[in-house]
């Protein structure tokens, strides 16, 4: 099945839009082939501030008014206490607060940007999608990342090359209840190695001690580069260390 198939059988459809590369070529899709197409945006606490910038570009440029919905995850213990089920309770508050906004538009159909390079055995966020109904028309129709993001140049979407991301509570490690301001420290310390040209880095912490997970391919191999790192990141996170597993 093709996109212009599917998008042919369900002409209504709400988009969950992050402001990423998947979901921004599939609201362009969606904009292309089917009848009506509403993007909605689900501003939480756990997102990053270009997220809604990327995501209002993207519906400027197809000429779709973006819908806002706030959720606000705090008063959920389930989310709050960062147990491994923590995605899957965070996708059911998120979408079911996007299915709920769909009513006012008569929407039935909500889809999301899950694509077919996605591994979605193991992930507790993908059960809670499909719990809800949300389709995933990228993964039915066995488009993978590199689709994406090679249809979304030529299509000239300004997310064709954005870094793929998971959201700020990642950074907690699972089983530390999540503290706002930890997670706000380690998004600014992962910036600041991105200043200096790290990319594709995470920096993860238990709330005591921190560690910076590096690409293979950037791993520094001499002590004065592994203390730079370990500097710069214990100056937002105190006690850091280096993974040598490596993403």
């Excluded at 440029?61 to 491994?84: A, E, F, H, K, T």
């Excluded at 995605?87 to 940007?113: H, M, N, P, S, W």
Aim: aromatic share 8%; charged share 30%.
């Amino acid at each position: 099945m093709e996109l212009r198939e599917y998008f042919s059988s369900n002409p209504s459809v709400a988009v969950g839009l992050s402001g990423g590369a998947d979901s921004a070529f599939l609201l362009w899709a969606a904009a292309r082939y089917a009848e009506k197409a509403i993007p909605y945006f689900a501003r939480t606490p756990f997102g990053y501030p270009e997220d809604i910038l990327y995501a209002r570009d993207v519906c400027g440029m197809l000429g779709l008014d973006l819908r806002v919905v706030d959720v606000d995850l705090q008063d959920d213990p389930d989310i709050m206490s960062n147990g491994p089920d923590r995605c899957y309770y965070c996708k059911r508050r998120i979408f079911g607060a996007i299915a709920e906004a769909t009513e006012t538009d008569g929407l039935k159909i909500v889809v999301d940007g899950t694509n077919a390079s996605d591994d979605v055995g193991d992930r507790p966020g993908y059960r809670a999608l499909r719990e809800l109904g949300v389709q995933s028309p990228l993964r039915m129709c066995g488009i993978t990342k590199d689709d994406v993001r090679r249809m979304s140049r030529e299509a000239g979407l300004p997310t064709w090359d954005r870094p793929s991301n998971s959201c700020l509570a990642t950074r907690m490690v699972t089983g530390f209840p999540i503290d706002l301001e930890v997670l706000w420290r380690a998004h600014e310390a992962e910036e600041a190695l991105r200043d200096i040209g790290y990319s594709d880095h995470r920096v993860r912490t238990d709330g005591r001690t921190a560690t910076v997970v590096l690409r293979k391919d950037q791993m520094p191999t001499d002590g004065s580069e592994r203390k730079r790192i370990t500097d710069i990141v214990s100056g937002f996170m105190g006690e850091t260390e280096i993974d040598e597993k490596t993403r």
